[in-house]
């Protein structure tokens, strides 16, 4: 297949290009142009024949117009995607999510690829106490950020309904594994534990969280591929569930940290911080997908890609 890959600098859409280029398909990649520490996720394939590159901007229409002429398949996962930040400032948020969204679906309404997937998050349901969204429950968006892709999900069912354009969306979890930004909670808890350091955690560190190795997230699209039905949402979960300060512990435990814990309190660094999110991937499971790195041998794994690799962080 020819797949259009959007946001391939980004520590998701990268490890899709570089997974579906291993499968022997053909990747077009399209991303803002970046630092060289994005560029540096997409090293091992650039020059492979099967991957063209593409740098452009989603909220440019003139960038995008002719973007999937020629594609079978298109992957968004062009996204801006930090809560705090959009909490600061949410307007690049509504142009990339929302705006950007908007310019590839009237792309694929004129050139008509085979299937569309756009990638979303859990976050568009906001908080849940006890039980798990499913993929027919209500929007509740939190902030600006989870605002902004509800928005871009629903302009995609839109176009699946109005112009009968095959899209599928997905929303996963809270993603981690090698090349993930250094700001993000993961890599920053490593970082922190390898040096000995301070760990700083939000709140009282009792925020629960799903967590998925990017891998896993790979494989459920390319699986939504092949056994998606053009319409759908799907849930990508590995349904393993806890709380931030037990991922701590469980890093602390790996790197032998020294470590001592620090929490910050969130109130006024993020507003309406949501107590915890939780989906069931039970959809997507009828379909044959299911986790190949569960958390404890993900997390050992991820831990160790960062410890070999302290560069990243100073990229």
């Not at 849940?128 to 871009?152: F, Q, R, V, W």
């Not at 700083?200 to 997230?217: C, E, F, K, S, T």
Request: aromatic share 10%.
């Amino acid at each position: 297949m020819r797949i259009l890959v959007t946001g391939v600098y980004g520590f998701i859409g990268s490890n899709f290009a570089r997974m579906a280029i291993e499968l022997d398909h053909q990747v077009v990649g399209f991303s803002r142009l970046s630092n060289n520490k994005n560029k540096d996720r997409i090293n091992s394939i650039v020059e492979n024949p099967n991957f063209t590159m593409i740098n452009g901007d989603l909220s440019n229409p003139n960038d995008v117009s002719e973007l999937c002429e020629g594609i079978d398949v298109v992957v968004n996962f062009a996204a801006k995607t930090f809560v705090d930040h959009s909490i600061r400032d949410p307007k690049p948020f509504i142009d990339s999510n929302i705006v950007g969204t908007f310019n590839l679906l009237e792309s694929a309404r004129r050139y008509q690829p085979k299937l569309y997937i756009q990638i979303s998050t859990d976050e568009v349901y906001g908080s849940i106490m006890e039980g798990m969204h499913d993929e027919l429950s209500a929007l509740n968006p939190g902030n600006p950020y989870s605002a902004s892709k509800s928005a871009g999900d629903m302009l995609c069912l839109s176009y699946f309904n109005t112009y009968k354009l095959p899209i599928i969306i997905t929303r996963t979890e809270n993603n981690y594994g090698p090349y993930q930004h250094p700001q993000k909670a993961i890599p920053v808890w490593t970082r922190k534990a390898i040096n000995n350091e301070p760990i700083p955690l939000y709140g009282d560190g009792a925020h629960i969280r799903q967590w998925l190795h990017v891998q896993d997230h790979c494989y459920a699209i390319l699986h939504l591929i092949e056994k998606g039905k053009p319409g759908e949402i799907y849930h990508v979960a590995g349904n393993e569930e806890y709380k931030n300060i037990d991922i701590v512990n469980k890093i602390l435990q790996i790197t032998n940290s020294k470590s001592e814990i620090e929490f910050i309190p969130d109130d006024k660094i993020r507003p309406g911080h949501d107590r915890r999110y939780a989906i069931s991937s039970e959809k997507l499971r009828i379909l044959g997908w299911s986790v190949k790195n569960p958390v404890d041998l993900g997390l050992k794994q991820t831990v160790e890609w960062f410890r070999l690799n302290a560069w990243w962080w100073f990229r």
